[in-house]
């Protein structure tokens, strides 16, 4: 039995299509990563996969039932990590995890599971007064206590600092070797391929492509690009039509796959004394010439762009992008 | 874990949780005392031609203020935060029955209210002899009941209206203070304009006070049964758990 199975799923709030029939599978034991921008449908999804919210159309399965319909016992093996959520700042760390375990009919032992996440040393502090990433480890440990098989991790880092976000990362990747599946969404490409076994890039509802990621760098068909600086020497000549140079910014590029073919007769024809500028050299006529590949996140950012260019449409998810939240403590009233 | 260990385990840490957050403590079992040593001192603790002390007016009063605090102002607030903050969001991702956790505030106010309801009768007793009337007594726990409860699901009512952690305890606090001038709680009513009377007679906290008061009432015969005070207060309570159910919101907005 896959650990979530998704045929067709549409959610709509009016005119708005925030997910427009969208297929996933996650296998048990897998991490997966569900990469997209801002307002792509994310968060949407995974709430209708957490049973947060009612989906408009199409089937899902997780954990072999349907989110919409699932008894409570369905909860003892699904462990959550909201995107905005706070502990409550009045107990300690093991008092917190202690109170979430008794929710659950066959718990881990609260201790491990802060030991676990890094926090036993601050176990007695209360959770109002913890820093920020051990706020994070302790969200996480709230979801890990009741022995989950499935966690749900939405957008784990966000606002994280370089450092936090590598912490995270070795926490989540822990996850693996506790036989957990995970679901993580992302808007980072660089988390999705460091974490995950499997990727699905979701754009405007719909998945754009999926696989590991050095299957979705292919499918893009990555194309190496060789590019100059577009503004040479007055004098310097154009560049012949059979190259197929088109101007991109302040650069020019020649798009191709066979690379040294081509940059063989683009030097051919800049070295030629006919071409190149009486007195000038090669170097006058491809100034700056550079050949690149394009990494995992141009992919990334190619994938996610709506046909006008544009990145991503609106925002389509009413809970917001990745907003945390940071209250003063004790005002209550 | 079954049920009702459930519910007492989740009640013990929201009374934990309640005991060690100092506004909370300050404002729910603190203030009221203040207000009641304050008014009873201001307006001097005089004794009446009948033999009765103004004391017995206030004690019944500030009862009836620190039972509408502890339950409805505690709740309406409380639960809103918890529910902006995603605590709420992130108890209903677990497999603990929903209404055990309402049940379990409900048992966390009523103890709050409880501790209050013997704190005050203490304080009246030490600091300005206002006997509790044994006879009476039973009326007493009655209204404490039934005036916990209802306002108890007011609370819960109110959360479901106020839009954010911020405008929580304004809006709460809106709506309590004035009730509590025009319902016996800071000064009699008795002689105020008939409009005064009029929206205290329709609200619930007067009707508290009032099936409170018998058991201060030096000249009470008897056990009287509050029916009609009752009833006006058990009404609000069925209304409040109608909106409470229908609007009730796990998510924040």
């Known amino acids: 039995m896959n650990a979530i199975e998704v045929r067709g799923l549409t959610k709509s709030y009016g005119d708005v299509h925030a997910v427009r029939g969208l297929d996933l599978t996650v296998g048990q034991g897998e991490i997966f990563g ?148 995970v679901l993580l969404t992302t808007h980072y490409m660089d988390e999705a391929q460091n974490l995950a076994d499997r990727i699905a890039v979701v754009a405007s509802g719909q998945i754009v492509a999926k696989g590991t990621a050095d299957e979705l760098a292919e499918q893009v068909a990555a194309v190496p690009r060789i590019t100059w600086s577009a503004a040479p020497s007055p004098s310097a000549p154009t560049v012949p039509d059979r190259f197929g140079a088109v101007v991109d910014g302040d650069r020019m590029v020649i798009e191709t796959h066979d690379v040294v073919t081509v940059l063989n007769e683009l030097t051919n024809w800049a070295t030629d004394p006919a071409t190149a500028a009486p007195g000038g050299t090669a170097s006058h006529v491809l100034v700056d010439l550079e050949i690149a590949r394009p990494t995992l996140e141009d992919t990334y950012l190619r994938l996610t762009a709506s046909p006008d260019g544009a990145t991503a449409p609106p925002a389509d998810e009413p809970t917001g992008g990745s907003k945390r939240r940071s209250r003063g403590r004790g005002g209550r009233r | 874990m079954s049920a009702v260990s459930q519910l007492k385990n989740q009640s013990a840490f929201d009374l934990l949780r309640f005991r060690r957050n100092p506004a909370a403590a300050f404002f729910t079992v603190i203030l009221p005392l203040i207000f009641l040593v304050l008014f009873t001192s201001l307006f ?174 030096p000249f009470v015969e008897g056990t009287p049964m509050e029916w009609g005070h009752w009833a006006v207060v058990a009404a609000w309570g069925v209304f409040g758990a109608v909106v409470t159910m229908t609007r009730f919101r796990w998510t924040p907005s």
Request: proline share 6%.
């Open chain 1, 34 to 181: 569900f990469l997209g921008p801002n307002g792509a449908g994310k968060t949407t999804t995974i709430e209708i996969l957490e049973g947060f919210r009612e989906r408009t159309g199409g089937d899902v399965r997780v954990l072999g039932q349907d989110p919409a319909t699932a008894p409570l016992s369905w909860r003892e093996d699904i462990g959550i990590v909201l995107q905005e959520s706070e502990i409550e700042g009045e107990l300690t760390a093991r008092e917190a995890v202690t109170m979430q375990s008794a929710y659950f009919s066959a718990p881990r032992n609260p201790d491990e599971v802060l030991e676990l996440v890094g926090l036993a040393d601050a176990r007695d502090q209360r959770a109002a007064k913890l820093s920020g990433g051990q706020k994070r480890r302790l969200d996480l440990a709230m979801a890990l206590v009741g022995d989950p098989k499935l966690v749900f991790l939405d957008e784990p880092t966000t606002g994280f600092d370089p450092s936090a976000r590598r912490e995270s990362w070795d926490m989540i990747s822990a996850l693996r070797d506790l036989g957990n599946t």
């Open chain 2, 44 to 217: 001097g603790n005089e004794t009446f031609d009948n033999g009765a002390k103004l004391a017995t007016f206030y004690v019944p009063g500030i009862l009836g203020l620190s039972i509408v605090s502890a339950t409805m102002v505690n709740l309406a607030i409380t639960t809103t935060t918890r529910r902006e903050r995603g605590m709420l969001k992130r108890l209903r991702g677990t497999p603990l029955p929903p209404w055990v956790f309402v049940a379990s505030q409900i048992v966390m106010a009523t103890v709050i209210a409880t501790f209050m309801t013997v704190l005050i009768i203490i304080i009246g007793r030490i600091l300005f002899g206002v006997a509790l009337q044994w006879s009476a007594v039973p009326t007493l726990i009655i209204s404490l009941i039934i005036g916990a409860a209802a306002f108890c699901a007011m609370g819960l009512a109110l959360s479901t209206i106020i839009p954010s952690e911020d405008a929580a305890p304004a809006v709460t606090n809106a709506i309590a203070l004035p009730l509590y001038f025009v319902s016996d709680v800071f000064v009699v009513t008795e002689d105020a304009p008939r409009f005064i009377e009029v929206i205290g007679n329709i609200f619930p906290v007067k009707h508290l006070v009032s099936s409170l008061q018998p058991a201060f009432d």
